[in-house]
């Protein structure tokens, strides 16, 4: 890994006014887990196609008579090999350490953090939640992406660790590669919506499965004279998410705790932009067509909706790459990151009222500053499931 490729220290990540305060050694730990999961997207992922075409392939053909029909079979070839299973070893041990790292450095201040958050909580309207929204079972059922409590979890009522614990950690899952404020993806839907459609000012845009509103700040601060709702169903990420919104002054920003199945709150056609960013495949196969059916259905005429997701699966697509990308689905506790990328969105679009010909599939890269940030790239050393680069499946609402 050249010099150009290491991650900035975590020091250098920019503070704003709820972030959790690392301790020297807890910093050196984000450190080292960033540069070392840098490490094994690059130079040591290389060595999973090596052992496949060298050792795997070779076996099953010999064996079975023919080449392996689809991602599965690879994936229990590909299990048997010492290379991958040591690789596989060290990556979910990496996201083990990121969480336990964080969640000690979250416990440790959490009287101060929930303090904190007051400060920009307590009587403000922009911060709107409901003890009646139940988290989903497809959501409480596992600690997602190996995170104690999940989304959701509390420490005791009222307190904000999952979301503090999901903020200081993506530093290192993602080796810097979202930027300081880890908004890079947010950052590349205001550049990309300046281009596509420039002086378009929506009026109402709405965000699903907002966690703590990395993706959706730097749309309320492009646009301070649109009117921002997120939702999101875990009361501890929304406290925490709302706080930190206020503090980096995104005051248009209204945080609403509602499951996205059933937004019967809102009316039809009250949103200029509905949109998610890394949430589809979080969702069970029977939750995601609801979701976004009553998503077409608060769209307004001549507004867009916006998917930011990897690439879905197609016969375009290599079945090892199909397998690689799908490690997550099996060792990273992402139960329906597998199933979702296998659908066909453009169908479960077009049943919920958006046509073929309204649809569109684009490319979105990270926006980040890159004299302290590495530029990201789709190319080569893609860490599948965690690269700064992600496929946007949208459409434009046919117009009244």
Known sequence: MSLMEVPPSYTEVTRHAVFPEPSHDEAARFNYLANFNK?????LSAGNKLAYD????????KEQGREPKDRFEIRHAMNKDPWHRFWSALKRNSMEMRQQNGRSMVLRQLDELDAKVRQFNEGRDTLQLNADVQVPRYQAAIDIHCMPGSYHGEERPGDV?????????????????LGALNDGGGQALVEWIKKERPGW??????DLGC????????LALAFPDTEVIAIDTAAPSLRYGHARAQALGAYNLKFVQMNAEDMSAFADGSFDWVQTTMYLHELSGSALPRIIQESVRVLAPGGLMLHLEQPQYSDAMPLFEQFLRDWDAFNNNEPFWS????????????????????????????VVDETVFPKQSSGKGEDHG???????????????
Request: net charge positive.
């Open 39 to 43: 490490y094994m997207a690059t130079t």
């Open 54 to 61: 060298r050792r795997v392939l070779p076996a099953f053909v």
């Open 161 to 177: 660790s999952a979301g503090a614990n999901y903020d200081c950690g993506i530093f290192a899952t993602t080796g810097g590669g």
């Open 211 to 218: 966690t703590i509103g990395h993706n959706i700040v730097p």
């Open 386 to 400: 965690r690269a700064a680069y992600w496929n946007a499946y949208g459409a434009w609402k046919a117009a009244a």
């Open 201 to 206: 000012t929506p009026k109402r845009i709405l």
């Open 339 to 366: 199933s979702m990328h296998a659908l066909d969105l453009k169908s479960i679009m077009a049943d919920a009222g958006l046509p073929r010909e309204v649809q569109f599939v684009t490319g979105v890269s990270a």
